[in-house]
């Protein structure tokens, strides 16, 4: 687990750099220090699916960001009213604090779970569904619909985006 | 050849080159993630947004002009549509059982891969700065 920690750490102190840093290109290379850091605290504990999806969406995240801020700067400003702004995220750590530790106590150890749906998972999804990745035949085949609504969400998103950047995204050669 | 009479556009030669190469590999790989999903990590998302890495790849190194021609704006929209009906009807109708773990995969490849580069080319065109730099 030391090496867990040292990657949560790393993840920590680069979003600690994407927040402050004054350039936008430099907190956008951060972020994407943050996504490698986490995929790699995936393959850590032992869950090689979402590492690569991690690892391919964080690419093209950052290709787009990159792409977006590549040519522009926005002005950093750090003037107004800093001491509401401190008092208040003072109180909201603390309330996220109080919260996850009251909720944190209740629930199981860290790798003890209680193996009550996922027993039979585990047990159905090779004689069942013929897959020997449980989680493709937990979302293919057990959870059909769940993914089918995942992907709804996500047309969804993708026809709002198109229609909001259609009317001055079409020029006249690309037609 | 893709870059046939826009050698000036995009980055220099090489990448234009190593582009040409590692295209269809990189697509053949998103496919291939995407299939083997049951057997081993993996899945239809994750090998649709590798095939919308490999057009995005396209339009980085060539420019706008070759990566539109290639893939239409509007071909995609028609294809991502087509391909989120096959998918409701996949689920709801009733053989969902006999394809679904062929089928399934290749259509999310069809909606993720489609609509990140739609997104992505959405971006391109919307931004400013590139027409001015063109």
Redesign the interface.
């Known amino acids: 687990m030391v090496e867990l920690h040292l990657i949560i750490l790393f993840m920590i102190g680069a979003s600690i750099i994407a927040v402050e840093v004054k350039d936008l290109l430099s907190g956008v290379v951060a972020i994407g220090a943050v996504g490698i850091g986490l995929c790699m605290a995936f393959l850590i504990l032992k869950a090689p699916d979402l590492a690569i999806m991690q690892l391919v969406v964080e690419i093209l995240s950052l290709i787009i960001l990159v792409r977006a801020t590549i040519r522009k700067d926005i002005p950093f400003s750090v003037s107004g009213r800093w001491v509401f702004n401190t008092v208040g995220t003072i109180c909201f750590v603390a309330v996220f604090l109080t919260a996850a530790y009251v909720t944190l106590k209740n629930m199981p150890a860290f790798g003890e779970c209680l193996m009550k749906v996922s027993r039979f998972y585990i047990g159905n999804a090779l004689p069942a569904a013929s897959s020997r990745n449980v989680v493709a035949s937990i979302i293919v085949d057990f959870r059909a619909y769940d993914t089918m609504g995942e992907v709804a969400i996500l047309f969804t998103a993708i026809v709002g985006v198109l229609a909001i950047a259609r009317g001055t995204g079409r020029s006249k050669e690309d037609q | 050849m893709i870059n046939k009479g826009y050698e000036e556009t995009g980055m220099t030669l090489i990448v234009k080159t190593v582009t040409r190469i590692t295209l269809g590999f990189i697509l053949l790989y998103g496919v291939y993630?995407a299939i083997n999903?049951?057997?081993?990590?993996?899945?239809?998302?994750?090998g649709g947004?590798?095939a919308?890495?490999s057009f995005?790849h396209i339009m980085?190194a060539f420019g706008k002009?070759v990566a539109?021609k290639r893939l239409h704006?509007h071909t995609l929209?028609i294809s991502?549509s087509i391909a989120?009906l096959i998918?409701?009807f996949m689920?709801m109708g009733p053989w969902?059982e006999r394809y679904?773990?062929i089928v399934?995969?290749l259509l999310?490849v069809a909606?993720?891969g489609g609509?990140?580069f739609?997104?992505?080319v959405?971006?391109?065109?919307?931004?400013k700065?590139?027409?001015d730099?063109e």
């Open positions: 993630i999903g049951h057997k081993s990590p993996g899945g239809g998302f994750v947004v590798i919308a890495l995005v980085l002009k539109l704006s929209r991502i989120a998918f409701l689920v969902r679904v773990h399934m995969p999310e909606i993720v609509g990140l739609a997104i992505f959405a971006l391109v065109l919307l931004s700065s590139d027409k730099a």
